[in-house]
């Protein structure tokens, strides 16, 4: 059973560009997050998807935004790329249900350096 | 989100037990308490959750204290592993939460051989 993946696993861009990432959520799961780690820090949550709609927002600007598709995959797009978008990107998946089941699976990230 | 309070770091040897504290002392009722880690070059990784109760688990242990307001993880015997930064997060049932996970810092554990 193949977990999280995520794509690509290193990217780098120049100020102002946009980029997207890609993540596939664990079969099974409905439920796709986005976090940014910058060096040195723990993740910080960014947006979450479920049933192809974004459920929850961190405080995070406009600039980010993502979608889901009918299999539950999922896309991170950053437009007008900053120097300070510079960071670890995480894809999160799990079943949206009772808490007491609640498991977050993470990807291995793409490490997005904007120059 | 209720905070947690955890050292930014402990060291271990290999094969001993390693208890890494976590206080949260505002958890409401409906706090869960999930503990994540993540190791060098991984994204974090499921170690355990609890409500009120201690669970166990392959990976490890989590004793809770009688008031909530303090939990511990266990790592029976530390093994090189396990070296990684360890994040407690309250997680609360319902809501618009929705799986949301606010990370602390978090603890580095050091093992040594």
């Known amino acids: 059973d193949a977990g999280v993946t995520q794509s690509p696993t290193h990217l780098i861009k120049t100020r102002g560009q946009q980029v997207t990432l890609r993540c596939s959520p664990k079969?099974?799961?409905?439920?796709v997050s986005w976090y940014q780690q910058a060096l040195g820090q723990g993740p910080q949550f960014i947006f979450q998807?479920?049933?192809?709609?974004?459920?929850q927002r961190g405080n995070f600007p406009d600039r980010f935004s993502g979608h889901q598709f009918p299999n539950y995959s999922s896309e991170l797009n950053v437009n007008a790329l900053l120097l300070g978008d510079s960071a670890l990107y995480l894809c999160?998946?799990?079943?949206?249900?009772?808490?007491?089941?609640?498991?977050?699976?993470f990807g291995p990230g793409t490490r997005l350096t904007v120059t | 989100d209720a905070k947690t309070t955890q050292p930014n770091s402990m060291e271990s040897n290999e094969e001993e037990p390693v208890h890494l504290p976590c206080n949260h002392s505002?958890?409401?009722?409906?706090?869960?308490i999930h503990w994540y880690r993540q190791l060098p070059s991984q994204g974090p990784e499921y170690v355990i959750h609890?409500?009120?109760s201690n669970v166990n688990n392959r990976m490890a242990s989590l004793a809770i204290a009688e008031d909530r307001k303090s939990s511990t993880l266990i790592l029976h015997r530390a093994t090189l592993r396990d070296a990684a930064v360890y994040y407690c997060?309250?997680?609360?049932?319902?809501?618009?939460?929705?799986?949301?996970?606010?990370f602390g810092q978090g603890t580095i554990l050091t093992v040594h051989p």
């Open positions: 609890g409500l009120t």
């Open positions: 079969s099974g799961h409905d439920t």
């Open positions: 505002t958890i409401s009722g409906t706090d869960y």
């Open positions: 997060i309250l997680r609360r049932a319902g809501g618009t939460s929705y799986g949301k996970l606010t």
């Open positions: 998807y479920y049933e192809e709609e974004e459920r």
């Open positions: 999160a998946s799990s079943l949206t249900g009772s808490p007491a089941l609640d498991e977050q699976y």
